[in-house]
């Protein structure tokens, strides 16, 4: 099948979901939510570090994290399959045959309700459809992202070009996470 045919299934299976979809937007802060989802992509076989620093400040916070991740592989590095971390991995096993994913991991993640939706791919070059799919067609109130791309579905977007490294980006987006509704940090950054 042709690569464009492929594009334009991927496409329609994006915008179909979303017809289906009724979100409740509201801009939510690390005291209003009770849900997150953090959506990555699994690099060379490695976690971005940063996944397990936003879990576990999220989860001091007692706020429930859901961490879904996609390595774009036919399996899991052996390192990854070894551990049994609290982390929801796929591959490209689980993907159909125009790249949506598939897996039972997906699914619940999918049919799940988020106050928050975190992506923490950055670059626009090589952002794999699967995740796409996922946070395009994810159940939340806020999803924030930092990759630009047509009909993107961020509803707050941290600049990731002006920080070098993930964990910029994190702290980033935790410091305007935290400032939302949030008077006494906007009084403060005022200077007032």
Known sequence: ??????N???????????????????????DTAKTVGIVFKVEEGVVP????LMRKFLLNKKVKCTA??????????????????????????DLNWYGRPVAENVNRFLQGTYDIIIDFCR???????PLKYIVSTVQ??????????????????VDAQQVCDTSGYVEQVRHYISIINNPQAITDAAGG
């Open 49 to 52: 570090p940063e996944v397990f």
């Open 68 to 93: 879904i991740g996609y390595c774009d592989s036919k399996a899991l590095p052996e390192e990854l399959a070894k551990s049994k971390s609290s982390l929801e991995l796929f591959t490209r096993q």
């Open 1 to 6: 099948m042709s690569e464009g045919m492929r």
């Open 140 to 157: 939340a109130s806020m999803i924030i992202g930092g990759v630009l791309y047509p009909r993107c579905p961020y509803d707050l977007i």
């Open 8 to 30: 334009w299934f991927r496409k329609y299976a994006i915008v179909s979901r979303k017809k289906r979809l009724v979100r409740s937007k509201r801009f939510h802060s690390f």
């Open 123 to 129: 670059e626009a070059e090589g952002y794999p459809y």
